[in-house]
């Protein structure tokens, strides 16, 4: 018998379809609009961190410095220079690094399919790929320890590189020509988001061994060492190991933070990754008080709802409606709403999420829409939206329908 | 049918009270016709809405059918307006959104009526007023007579003993008066009790029996 009144409630409400269309359009549109604030600040923020990654995940990068106080008699302004052989002497003593990596690098003239360029060539180990998140396009590889070993004469080269010199052809076997001395490319970098860098993008760069950068360079120390530790939370010990354990050999002390310079990227990341989590706290705060607003909205329609059907209220009650009839119709029509909007909401945002993601966007890091355009549409905003706006909802929908049902059926079948 | 005793009805609006009823006494036998006449504020309409269990009465007692109707709940109420009583008003009071056929179905489905008895009788009441063939049609779309044959198929819909009619003709020429008025005959015939609230003398004397009514008293 239930079922048979709800049938009838429905066929009634499909009936005063342009009396509800208002409620049902306020509803789709704040769906739609608080599940795209939601989904573009998560993609935004998404996209920052794989962008901060770019540079390279999980990474700790020591400089040469200048001493800034006296250490056992020596004076302040003395010049910190590291060496070769403080990798060996690192990865020794500090059990918890995983990777380490020398890097030196400078400008030099390359030529290569017939064009000529000046770059910055970078001398790495074979453990600088993994940590500087680069990867080899098809075909191609990074360079290994035997390239190390034996100070081979092949490179690395960034995509703008490879498109630069060789626009139409496969760059890899092809020769480039470093300072005068020739190089095989043995690898093209797979475009990566990189939001923060020195020296230029690694998309400009070349990478060759470090044991053959020392041959067509003369520079005895290196420029950076690379490190990357087992555990994201010893980035705070390593760091203080490396100032100890160099501070010992080439006498500055540890506690002096200009001897050497220092970018933990990981304490970064942790500031960044703060910085993105507040703002989609921050947007959902805005989702949340946008949809309070709409929940006032949607009482207030409902209320004007129930006034214009007062003396239909009066008739049903005439012929036998009780109270739970009433509110079981109100309630109804309010679930009924509720589902068409959030339903339309929903599906409109999903399509524009997905129509979004379908814009092909620029590796070039200034590009604001390598940001905007990777909106993530994920399963448990929708959880958490439509169960907030559920109960909404049915709050602002049972009040109306509770007036309703006490509504006098003398005074409601006078009203006009 | 119907026995009411020293029935009051006292409405107040803050300061002012006001006696609509003054110790109505009044007894109906089953099958009977009768219209209700009084002047405007008489409280013709306050004793059929206390009759018809719309309202209750401030003080004084009420027997529908042997049942004892004073100090009963909303929902009980309902219940009996629904299998017992069948409302007929001057404007129709059709739902405006519902074909004819959805109008005279409605008492059916709060009486949990099953589907095929329901369209059954529904079929039946729309033959005996004679709109078969306007059963898909909405209010708006029937003229005023039409719209009252309506009202009346649907107070019929759960078989009720008692009829209660407030001015049903005043929304209607003379000659669509006198087929409402047919059909009200038709009724008591059936063995119905009609308590018809009128105006007119031509639409009383229809009736067997007529209660005056003056200042909240029957006279």
């Known amino acids: 018998m239930r079922a048979q009144l709800l049938r009838y409630f429905s066929k009634e409400l499909r009936k005063r379809k342009k009396k509800t269309a208002l409620i049902t359009f306020a509803i789709t549109w704040g769906t739609l609009s608080i599940l795209l604030l939601m989904s573009f600040g998560r993609g935004l923020s998404n996209s920052f961190r794989i962008s901060f990654k770019g540079l390279g995940d999980n990474l700790i990068m020591v400089y040469r410095g200048q001493t800034s106080k006296d250490y056992h008699g020596l004076p302040k302004g003395r010049r910190i220079m590291i060496y070769p052989g403080d990798i060996a002497l690192l990865s020794a003593l500090i059990p918890e690094i995983e990777l380490i990596s020398p890097e030196s690098n400078d400008y030099f ?33 990074f360079i290994n320890e035997e390239d190390e070993l034996a100070a081979r004469r092949v490179a690395f080269i960034g995509w703008n590189m490879a498109e630069n010199l060789f626009p139409a052809e496969i760059p890899i076997g092809k020769t480039i020509v470093i300072s005068r001395v020739p190089f095989t490319v043995i690898g093209v970098m797979k475009r990566k988001l990189q939001s923060s860098s020195y020296q230029g993008f690694d998309a400009d760069h070349a990478y060759i061994p470090h044991s053959t950068f020392s041959r067509i360079h003369t520079q005895l120390y290196i420029d950076r060492i690379h490190v990357q530790p087992k555990r994201r939370e010893d980035n705070q010990l390593v760091e203080r190991r490396i100032r100890e354990i160099l501070g010992r050999k080439y006498r500055f002390d540890p506690e002096d933070d200009y001897a050497l310079g220092i970018w933990n990227t990981i304490e970064d990341a942790e500031v960044a990754g703060k910085a993105f989590k507040g703002i989609e706290i921050f947007l959902a705060l805005i989702g949340g008080l946008t949809l309070l607003i709409g929940a006032v909205g949607v009482t207030n329609l409902m209320y004007a709802l129930v006034k214009e059907r007062t003396r239909e209220i009066g008739i049903k009650m005439a012929l036998g409606a009780r109270r739970r009839h009433i509110i079981l119709q109100f309630l109804l029509e309010t679930v009924i709403i509720f589902s068409k909007g959030t339903f339309w909401g929903t599906a409109i945002a999903y399509a524009i999420v997905r129509l979004t993601r379908l814009v092909p966007i620029s590796y070039e890091l200034s590009g604001i829409q390598t940001y905007l355009l990777r909106p993530i549409f994920s399963l448990d905003i929708l959880i958490v939206f439509v169960v907030v706006l559920g109960i909404l909802v049915f709050l602002s929908g049972i009040f109306p329908a509770v007036r309703a049902s006490r509504l006098n059926p003398v005074e409601a079948l006078r009203y006009e | 049918m119907i026995e009411m005793e020293n029935i009051s009805k006292v409405y107040r609006m803050g300061e002012i009270s006001l006696e609509a009823l003054k110790e109505v006494s009044l007894r109906i036998e089953p099958a009977e016709f009768i219209s209700i006449m009084g002047p405007s504020g008489s409280g013709k309409s306050t004793l059929l809405n206390i009759i018809g269990c719309l309202d209750t009465p401030t003080a004084g007692s009420y027997f529908l059918e042997e049942k004892n109707v004073a100090g009963l709940g909303f929902d009980q109420l309902s219940t009996i307006r629904n299998r017992k009583i069948g409302f007929v008003f001057q404007n129709f009071n059709l739902l405006p959104y519902a074909t004819t056929y959805e109008n005279i179905e409605l008492p059916m489905l709060f009486n949990g009526r099953t589907g095929k008895k329901r369209r059954q009788r529904v079929l039946e009441l729309l033959e005996m007023v004679g709109l078969v063939d306007w059963q898909h049609h909405r209010p708006s779309e029937l003229s005023g007579g039409q719209q009252q044959r309506v009202a009346i198929a649907r107070a019929l819909a759960n078989d009720p003993s008692l009829i209660l009619a407030d001015e049903p003709t005043g929304n209607l020429d003379s000659k669509t008066g006198e087929e409402i008025m047919g059909l009200f005959v038709e009724l008591q015939k059936q063995g119905r009790t009609i308590l018809m609230v009128t105006h007119d003398n031509n639409i009383a004397a229809y009736s067997q029996r007529t209660i005056r009514l003056l200042d909240g008293r029957v006279i």
């Not at chain 1, 064009?115 to 098809?138: K, L, Q, W, Y």
């Open chain 1, 109 to 141: 003239t390359i030529t290569g399919g017939g064009r000529e360029t000046n770059r910055n060539v970078c001398g790495v180990g074979p453990a600088f790929g993994v940590m500087r998140s680069m990867i080899a396009e098809s075909g191609g590889r």
